[in-house]
């Protein structure tokens, strides 16, 4: 009887081995803690294959995303600022506030790129300035972009 089998691990949480990763232990430890207990699964060449095809399908799935993500940065990154027209009254306050669902409206009709409110973070902005926000597109990625109220009266 062999000491060591190979092994391949079926969830993320073990010890830090990625799903679908082969690794060596003891026979006993497989068939008494690690097969039982759905950590992992017997090595077998159509097993491996099949890990290794979704892996692939995962690392494609992830390249488009990071791909998408980017086209979103340097589309939103192209825009200078955006200008949103209110009506004033007394010293130079505007009626009402900027919402996230002005930049989302002005943002989709000169963009054509899909955001979402809770990705625009806006301070409460109630007078005529050049305002500074974040658009965050993932987590890590953040773009600032500059926005201008114009006055107008009628």
């Given amino acids: 009887m062999k000491k060591k089998i190979q092994v391949i691990i079926k969830n993320n949480n073990f010890k830090q081995i990625k799903k679908g990763k082969v690794i060596s232990v003891f026979t006993g ?55 949103i027209y209110k009506k004033i009254g007394d010293k130079n306050l505007i009626f009402g506030s900027i919402k996230e669902k002005d930049i989302i409206n002005w943002i989709n009709e000169y963009c054509d790129v899909k955001i979402e409110k809770k990705q625009i973070q806006i301070e409460n902005i109630s007078n005529v300035n050049i305002n500074l926000f974040k658009i965050n597109i993932k987590q890590n990625i953040t773009v600032t972009v500059r926005l201008c109220i114009i006055p107008y009266n009628i």
């Fill in 29 to 83: 430890y497989a068939f008494n803690y690690l097969i039982p207990n759905g950590i992992a699964e017997v090595a077998t060449k159509n097993q491996i294959k099949h890990y290794k095809m979704f892996s692939e399908i995962a690392r494609k799935e992830q390249e488009a995303n990071s791909i998408a993500t980017q086209k979103i940065k340097n589309s939103i990154e192209q825009i200078s600022k955006i200008t």
